[in-house]
């Protein structure tokens, strides 16, 4: 059985084959369970993600216009369909005249990519922290630990206007702070994490064999708690792409005229009463990404039967 | 108990610290913070006397002593957009603010809980799939996008409420819509949630036996239980909530803190933005610390078990 095929071996199983099934075919087989068991929301949260993803990374090829294009004669039209619409612009254009299709896929472009790295810097930081503080415990714990219930006391639009305040509104710096929303969620979960796995005795052993504590974080303790994290890495990116939109719509978020999908919520409040477009188009595309995100990750929770804390 | 109180009111005084700390040394790490306090274009002269009146001169420890100092005797600067005394500025904005929020909480919990109760009890029906359904839309439209959508609709379009303003009780009605859509439905969620754990219990089932009403094993031995891990969970939720209001705050033009941070951060009206971040948070620990008391009044294992 170790290495495949037992195929009655002298006679003895007469008839009882043993067929080997090729690896690929059971993880195919798993991953079409995995789709039957996904309900018929999912499957369109999916394909919408997929669509907007895809409708991101090729925003520069598929774009009609360029995003920051005015084109002063053709300003507040409506999206085709409504009156006074210009066949051009399939959801309309903006008080500059500017395409809302082409903003709105450069502006998804951004969100995703702020809230993709603001997630990682995240799940970096409280990862390296919650092993940290999980494998070296004493005063190292003690500590960390007291970080992360100040980072969780405080709300996180505060932090965000104050490190805004001081450090600016440079790209890094604003995955910098939507790296902050999340990191002591990751910390207490790797931290909880570590603390189940130490008592464990393979990791007593590789202790008693001298493992340090590096050997025993990398080697020992993340191989085995990649889903976990990956879960909540997934549920918080689409709260990330919501914080992340949020503080555009404030005006905190990248600066004009580089559209993103809240800053031109934001900026098309003026014009809300005669186009009420501007700002419904973007907030449609807001809603959609983080709707389909969001039960994806719910989905990725209930299929790893991850029990998350603060959730 | 008193020992559980002892260690939170320590565990809240550290997280001071730390916060006060890493206000005072960010606005220095960054540059001279007379340049964050002071408006721009100001002549050398000026420049001098506003570093020695804040004592900007000074070694930084005893600079960090008297920001302290200032903290405690509610000296906090003066507003650069407004020219008042900070504290004066924000002062006149708690009120909104708070009364915003304890709109928000009340309708929150006077809709989620009983939602959520209902929906456990009719889980297999499609009246409460639906429940979840609404819950889930709660949870990925965020705030300004449904402020944004109640003023179309009910300000533009139908004209029935103002949109902008916190004058009168109707100025309440659609920031409370936008801010407690979230938490109504997270607490549709997490009651519901706790119910179902609770009604599975054997106690529950040895109700039932005995003959009680199916309504009494509901409310009595149901709902009392499951309510505690909803209040932890509503607890958690203060930071997010205050979160939300700075920013529905800024949508309604709410005449509240949120809105006046907010402006502050736009224009770096630093003495406003950094005494009321420090407000804000003081305050939100408070009552943290607050909720976590009533959580061991009501719940005696938490007392006992250590947090």
């Known amino acids: 059985m170790v290495d495949g095929t037992v195929a009655g071996s002298g006679g003895d199983l007469a008839g009882a084959q043993i067929r080997r099934v090729p690896p690929w075919r059971r993880r195919l087989a798993a991953s079409h369970d995995t789709l039957r068991s996904a309900n018929p929301l999912v499957l369109a949260a999916a394909a919408v993600a997929l669509l907007l993803v895809g409708m991101a990374l090729l925003a520069p090829m598929l774009a009609p216009f360029n995003p920051n294009q005015q084109a002063l004669l053709a300003r507040l039209r409506p999206p085709v369909g409504f009156e006074r619409a210009d066949p051009r612009y399939w959801l309309g254009t903006d008080q500059l005249g500017r395409d809302l299709l082409a903003r709105c896929m450069f502006g998804l472009r951004l969100t995703l990519a702020l809230a993709f790295f603001g997630t990682l810097m995240g799940v970096l930081v409280g990862v390296v922290l919650?092993?940290?503080?999980?494998?070296?415990?004493?005063?190292?714990?003690?500590?960390?630990?007291?970080?992360?219930?100040?980072?969780l006391s405080l709300?996180?639009?505060?932090?965000?206007?104050?490190?805004?305040?001081?450090?600016?509104?440079?790209?890094?710096?604003?995955?910098?702070?939507?790296?902050?929303?999340?990191?002591?969620?990751?910390?207490?979960?790797?931290?909880?994490?570590v603390l189940a796995l130490r008592a464990l005795p393979y990791m007593e052993a590789a202790r008693s064999a001298g493992a340090s504590n590096w050997r025993l974080a990398f080697t020992h303790t993340v191989p085995n708690i990649v889903s976990p994290i990956l879960v909540m890495a997934t549920l918080n990116f689409s709260n990330l792409i919501l914080l992340e939109s949020?503080?555009?719509?404030?005006?905190?978020?990248?600066?004009?005229?580089?559209?993103?999908?809240?800053?031109?919520?934001?900026?098309?409040?003026?014009?809300?009463?005669?186009?009420?477009?501007?700002?419904?188009?973007?907030?449609?595309?807001?809603?959609?990404?983080?709707?389909?995100?969001?039960?994806l990750g719910d989905f990725a929770r209930d299929q790893l039967d991850v029990r998350l804390r603060d959730r | 108990m008193l020992e559980f109180l002892a260690a939170r009111l320590i565990r809240m005084a550290l997280t001071l610290w730390v916060i006060v700390t890493v206000v005072f040394f960010a606005t220095r790490i960054s540059g001279n913070p007379v340049d964050f306090l002071m408006p721009e274009g100001m002549d050398a002269v000026s420049r001098q006397v506003m570093i020695a009146y804040w004592g900007l001169d000074q070694p930084i420890l005893q600079q960090y002593w008297r920001f302290w100092l200032g903290l405690l005797h509610g000296e906090f600067g003066i507003g650069l957009s407004e020219r008042r005394p900070v504290a004066q500025i924000l002062g006149e904005r708690v009120w909104q603010s708070v009364s915003l929020l304890l709109t928000t909480l009340v309708v929150t919990i006077s809709i989620g809980v009983p939602v959520g109760v209902v929906s456990a009890i009719w889980r297999k029906s499609a009246a409460g799939t639906a429940v979840l359904l609404v819950a889930f839309l709660g949870y990925a439209i965020p705030n300004f996008v449904l402020a944004i959508l109640l003023i179309l609709v009910f300000s533009f379009a139908l004209h029935w409420l103002p949109s902008s303003g916190s004058m009168t009780p109707l100025h309440y009605i659609m920031p409370t819509i936008a801010l407690s859509a979230y938490f109504v439905a997270a607490l549709i969620r997490y009651t519901r949630n706790a119910m179902l754990d609770v009604l599975s219990q054997d106690y529950i089932r040895t109700a039932r036996a005995k003959g009680m009403s199916e309504r009494q094993v509901v409310f009595r031995h149901g709902l009392g239980n499951a309510l505690i891990p909803v209040i932890?969970?509503?607890?958690?939720q203060i930071t997010t909530l205050v979160s939300g209001a700075v920013v529905v705050e800024t949508v309604f033009a709410w005449n509240g803190m949120g809105d006046l941070l907010v402006s502050a951060t736009l224009v770096r009206d630093y003495p406003v933005l950094q005494f009321g971040v420090l407000s804000v948070a003081i305050v939100v620990i408070l009552v943290n610390i607050l909720v976590d008391l009533g959580y061991a009044a009501i719940d005696p294992r938490v007392r006992t078990g250590g947090a």
């Open chain 1, 155 to 193: 709300p996180f639009t505060l932090v965000a206007l104050f490190v805004i305040a001081v450090a600016g509104t440079d790209t890094g710096v604003l995955i910098c702070v939507l790296g902050l929303a999340y990191w002591a969620h990751f910390a207490r979960l790797v931290r909880a994490q």
């Open chain 1, 246 to 295: 949020s503080l555009s719509f404030l005006g905190l978020g990248v600066q004009p005229p580089t559209a993103t999908l809240g800053s031109m919520v934001g900026q098309g409040r003026d014009y809300m009463a005669s186009a009420p477009w501007i700002v419904a188009v973007p907030a449609a595309f807001i809603v959609l990404v983080a709707l389909a995100v969001m039960l």
């Open chain 1, 130 to 151: 919650g092993l940290a503080a999980g494998l070296m415990r004493g005063v190292v714990d003690g500590l960390l630990m007291g970080l992360v219930d100040v980072s």
């Open chain 2, 232 to 236: 932890t969970v509503l607890g958690l």
